[in-house]
């Protein structure tokens, strides 16, 4: 009877525990969630992110292994690098990004999702010093989208990146609306049917697009 | 048992509700607060973001011990081990800024470096491809920069007064024979390497790292691009040449393989020359690159490439006697490397590693009679480096070379075999973020002078603000004797130079300020004497007795100024060089300024991108002062000057799509001014006619195009 009561009181208590982290993890994640969701839909706030990077990254501590908060601190680092002053200030950003991404690869391995944020990262690194960044950074950046397609090439966000840069390269370079439109076009119609697989898993993107459509076809 | 759990549940709930306030203010070490940083406890949830004035505070339900960790981009995190009570806590917490370019002092004297890895450099690499009148050729833009000069008959480059024998090319490591395209008298060659094979250049004016020897005055250092930028073919049309290349890679490995023909004919059909020449330059050649990575870390690196040129000319000069004379040149180079690096332990050990063979032949008829010959270099080279915390490193390497050349003079035949080896030690120590310091140790030996030596290396840097600092360096440096004076004498010993260089910088928003000063010493300079009076003939062999007796000195400064900033889409740097050199060497009889030199280089650069039609032009500028020449008929010996040389060069190139395939064409523009440059005089053997030896053209044209038949090719202005 003692035996019984033991292992069920254990039971209890690491099911007790099991649960009301995970119901802590849903909640932290939901709530900075909704925030992300304002941040992202909306002219970018640097103090807006910077609170968002650190709210990410204080879930990631707490849950070694969930890759989600390292996913959304390393995109909020890397919004931060396009806000950030000078180009020291941008890689240091860009780095920090970059090291919160690998740690999502190492628990969750590489994903489509986690390729265009690898991709957003050498997006920014390129966008921090344009000049001397084309040969090294826009084929890692091109490289990074295809990998990502080819894990799910209905994930819309690789459209929004690919749009995105193409809408702001010119025409002599093979960007420009022209080039732009039909990527982002096809953005919208990957987004018409996508599902995140979870509510705390990657759903961004869709008001980028048609604002960027939008841009196009002016 | 219901009871029991219930007030279990309950037990657990009171234990929740003990919560312990933690606050406290994040700053930098001067106190200035951060706002923004984040501050949590490890493992847990519990934690704030800091507010305005830096402060933060939250309360946590954990017990005892935590770990109070605050981070901010751009400084080091702090952790501290804290225990929790109920009590409420008050932190000071104050963060030392990261390492970082901007904030971190760099050894500098005696180094101009052109790089993307790094961004405080004073040149990008596509600067060697856009500066006028450089010719796309990486020595052509070295000439340009300060501590280096214009010498236009002759290939090489030209540093603080020493000869172009005195600076190695150098490229993943492994020195170069043959750089430059052989050549005939008086006719300047470019570079063997094309400029976009390199994703790095390091210029050294002297002071330069223990790893590197053979050299009195400097090393350009070139390392190759670790992978292909674009995928697909190819092709270059210019009025010289026509070339096809191929690129394919994937993750882990690639290959480009580049062939290409090229004869001057046409183009000396529409710019005039000075030169009378017997068989316009005509040239093939062909280059193959492979690159694996072998792991994660590793990488195998392989270059192969085959030249085989042809050329003829009559002589600007008389060398032998009052009729002109008919020279012809066929050259063959082969020159292969294999590098290996790799990182072991977290990238706490770095190789690096290589093997290198080349092999040259020049078969040279001088009014019929033979006067080529071989020369042929095998080397190893490993290079171990221990990288500590803070970027503290010591490194340790050997290197290994076999040459064996081979000559011909008057029909008699001559050959030299030498084994030279070298140990190199070389420690980098950051006493703190401002402070750095490097000393290393260099030893060689040569078989064929049986002999070794021990050169020393150091250099300070000290960060005297923000964005300036000092830097100084000092060392030895050997160099064998120039081979011609070894086959008949391999008694001498070592050539040395001592190097004193002292340097200011300041960097600030791409501005670019330098000023160095130095003072070289050289001594067992190689000495010949021939109981005759002075011969001029630069191609002459060294029949005399020879010693180590020579020695001399170099002194003088050099300034750079760089604005990329205040003018949009405009770039434009000046560089201006002093020197001040005498040396007693050679046949000279006297302390005197060798014919190379000239006291006065200058030059102006410009660039300029047009965005609206893609378009690039630069315009540079230089001035060469007067360089001394030998007059058999004056008593003071090379007190002759020649005048100044002017060039005002231009260079446009023009990105565009046809066809969708992308393409650059370009236009260059040299000595738009159609200056008379002289570079040097030359006397008939009987002293009583003066020739002047110029330049091959005045004022010529080159056009050209590039295009990439690839959709992928993904290319900025900066490709141009």
Not at chain 1, 1 to 25: G, H, P, R, V, W
Not at chain 2, 15 to 42: E, I, W
Not at chain 2, 611 to 640: C, H, M, Q, V, W
Request: glycine share 8%; charged share 20%.
């Amino acid at each position: 009877m003692k035996k019984i009561l033991t292992i069920s009181l254990a039971l209890f208590f690491s099911a007790n525990l099991l649960f009301a982290q995970s119901e802590k993890y849903t909640a932290a994640m939901t709530a900075a969630l909704t925030d992300f969701d304002k941040s992202q839909n909306k002219e970018p706030v640097r103090d807006e992110w910077l609170a968002l990077a650190n709210r990410f990254e204080r879930i990631a501590s707490a849950e070694p292994k969930e890759w989600l908060p390292r996913y959304y601190a390393a995109y909020a680092y890397s919004s931060l690098a396009f806000m950030g002053n000078n180009v020291t200030e941008k890689d240091q950003l860009a780095d920090k990004a970059e090291v919160l991404l690998k740690e999502a690869i190492a628990i969750a391995g590489e994903n489509s999702e986690l390729m265009v944020l690898d991709a957003q990262i050498h997006q920014v690194r390129l966008a921090s010093d344009p000049q001397m960044r084309w040969q090294t950074e826009g084929p890692l950046f091109a490289a990074s989208l295809a990998k990502a397609k080819t894990m799910d090439a209905n994930n819309p966000r690789i459209y929004v990146l690919e749009g995105t840069s193409l809408l702001y390269t010119p025409e002599q370079f093979g960007g420009g609306k022209k080039a732009a439109r039909p990527v982002l076009e096809k953005a919208m119609e990957k987004f018409a049917t996508f599902k995140p697989q979870s509510p705390l898993h990657p759903s961004w993107g869709e008001g980028q697009a048609g604002y960027m459509l939008g841009e196009a076809s002016k | 048992m219901k009871n029991l759990l219930l007030v279990l549940v309950l037990l657990q709930g009171t234990s929740l509700s003990a919560q312990t306030l933690l606050r406290g203010q994040v700053t930098d070490r001067q106190g200035r607060s951060l706002p923004g940083a984040n501050v949590l406890l490890k493992g847990t949830y519990d934690g704030a973001t800091t507010d305005t004035l830096g402060k933060f505070e939250f309360n946590t339900f954990e017990k005892d011990t935590a770990t109070l960790l605050v981070s901010y981009v751009g400084y080091e995190p702090s952790e501290q081990r804290i225990f929790l009570q109920g009590k409420s806590h008050t932190f000071a917490i104050k963060l030392e800024e990261a390492a970082s370019e901007l904030n971190t002092v760099v050894i500098t004297a005696g180094s101009f470096e052109a790089s993307d890895e790094k961004r405080m450099t004073m040149l990008k690499p596509l600067d060697i491809v856009t500066t006028a009148g450089a010719a796309a050729d990486i020595t052509g833009v070295m000439q340009l920069l300060p501590g280096a000069q214009r010498v236009g008959e002759q290939a090489g480059l030209f540093v603080r007064g020493g000869s172009g024998q005195e600076t190695k090319v150098v490229i993943d490591g492994m020195i170069v024979q043959n750089p430059f395209f052989s050549s005939l008298p008086d006719v300047q060659q470019r570079g063997r390497f094309n400029p976009f094979m390199f994703k790095g250049t390091a210029f050294s004016t002297g002071g330069y790292s223990a790893q590197y020897g053979q050299a009195l005055s400097s090393v350009l250092l070139l390392n190759t691009t670790d992978q292909t930028s674009n995928n697909g073919l190819g092709v270059s049309l210019n009025m010289a040449s026509a070339g096809l290349n191929y690129d394919v890679a994937n993750e882990k490995q690639s290959l480009s393989v580049v062939g290409y023909y090229g004869n001057l004919k046409p183009l000396f059909a529409l710019v005039k020359q000075n030169v009378e020449w017997t068989r316009a330059p005509e040239f093939t050649g062909s280059s193959i690159t492979y690159r694996l990575k072998t792991s994660k870390t590793g990488l195998l690196k392989t270059y192969g490439m085959y030249s085989d040129s042809h050329l003829g000319m009559v002589t600007q000069a008389p060398l032998d006697d009052d009729t002109r004379t008919g020279i012809r040149l066929h050259n063959r180079n082969a020159f292969t490397t294999i590098t290996y690096t790799d990182r072991f332990a977290d990238g706490k050990w770095l190789l690096n590693s290589g093997f290198s063979y080349s092999h040259n032949r020049d078969e040279t008829t001088f009014d019929g009679a033979n006067f080529g010959g071989s020369d042929e270099r095998i080397q190893g080279r490993a290079v171990l480096t221990r990288v500590f915390e803070k970027n503290n490193t010591l490194l340790f390497g050997t290197e290994i070379h076999r040459i064996n050349l081979q000559t011909a003079y008057n029909d008699q035949s001559y050959a030299l075999h030498d084994t030279y080896t070298a140990a190199f030690a070389e420690g980098e120590v950051y006493l703190s973020r401002k402070l750095a310091g490097r000393a290393g140790v260099r030893t060689e030996y040569s078989s064929l002078l049986n002999r070794f030596n021990l050169a020393p290396r150091l250099s300070f840097a000290y960060k005297t603000g923000e964005y300036s600092q000092v830097s100084l360096a000092a060392g030895q440096f050997y160099q064998n004797p120039d081979y011609r004076y070894l086959y008949l004498n391999t008694d001498l010993n070592f050539e040395r130079a001592d190097h004193l260089i002292l340097n200011y910088q300041r960097i600030k928003d791409k501005r670019t300020f330098r000023i160095e000063g130095f003072y070289k010493n050289y001594a067992h300079l190689v000495r010949e004497f021939t109981n005759l009076p002075y011969d001029a003939n630069p191609y002459r062999f060294p029949w005399g007795q020879t010693t180590n007796g020579g020695h001399g000195y170099a002194q003088g400064f050099d300034v750079f100024w760089r604005d990329q900033k205040s003018i949009k889409n405009f770039d434009y740097w000046v560089t201006y060089s002093y020197v001040d050199t005498r040396r007693l060497f050679q046949q000279f009889e006297k302390l005197a300024t060798p014919t190379f030199v000239s006291n006065h280089n200058a030059s102006l650069i410009t660039k300029r991108w047009f965005e609206k039609i893609t378009t690039s032009a630069s315009f540079t500028y230089s001035y060469t002062s007067g360089r001394p020449y030998y007059n058999p008929n004056n008593e003071r010996f090379l007190s002759d000057r020649t005048p100044p040389v002017h060039n005002l060069s231009f260079s446009a190139s023009k990105i565009m799509t046809i066809k969708r395939n992308f393409t650059v064409v370009y236009l260059a523009v040299d000595n738009i001014l159609n200056t008379r440059n002289i570079f040097t005089y030359r006397y008939t053997p009987d002293g009583q006619t003066r020739y002047a030896v110029g330049p091959q053209s005045y004022r010529s044209f080159f056009v050209g195009m590039q295009i990439m038949l690839s959709k992928k090719a993904v290319v900025g202005k900066n490709d141009v």
